[in-house]
């Protein structure tokens, strides 16, 4: 697997869709980590995340959902939900290789100083919020890529 932190393609990515500002920005309207939903069911997530247009299936082997928008064919995300965080794991394709990280990796590819945290949520109505938000980032760092390397 490629090492993406020095991956100057996915840093001009970054930059180009203003991904650090938009992260930290979800972060710091979504960080009650007290006030979090604890086990939020699974029926509910899916059903918030297939209302939003994508594409959903649970691994169970990993407890995790494999999320996939029909606008953005080559780039997926591993969604894990679990105490009210979210953390998201943008996977995509290049050539032969697989390269994915999380959003909070991807933070420090962009150029943050640390690891900007997960977002929680408190229900379901925020969980959709969030999830509105970061598919927004994928999708745009998608149609980024496309353009620049298609």
């Not at 020095?6 to 930290?24: A, C, G, Q, S, Y």
């Not at 407890?63 to 894990?80: G, N, Q, T």
Request: net charge negative.
């Amino acid at each position: 697997m490629k090492n993406i932190e020095n991956d100057k393609k996915l840093k001009d990515i970054l930059d180009i869709v203003n991904f650090l500002e938009r992260f930290t920005d979800i972060r710091s309207q979504h960080d009650d980590i007290e006030g979090s939903m604890k086990n939020p069911d699974k029926k509910e997530i899916r059903s918030i995340m297939e209302g939003q247009g994508l594409v959903v299936k649970f691994m169970s082997k990993g407890s995790y959902f494999l999320v996939k928008s029909k606008d953005s064919p080559w780039a997926w995300i591993h969604l894990d939900v679990k105490r009210g965080k979210v953390e998201f794991i943008l996977c995509f394709e290049e050539s032969t290789e697989i390269i994915g990280t999380t959003y909070s990796v991807l933070s420090l590819v962009a150029g943050a100083e640390e690891r900007i945290k997960n977002p929680f949520f408190k229900d379901y109505e925020e969980f959709g919020v969030v999830l509105k938000k970061c598919i927004g980032i994928m999708k745009d760092i998608n149609n980024c890529y496309e353009d620049m390397y298609n």
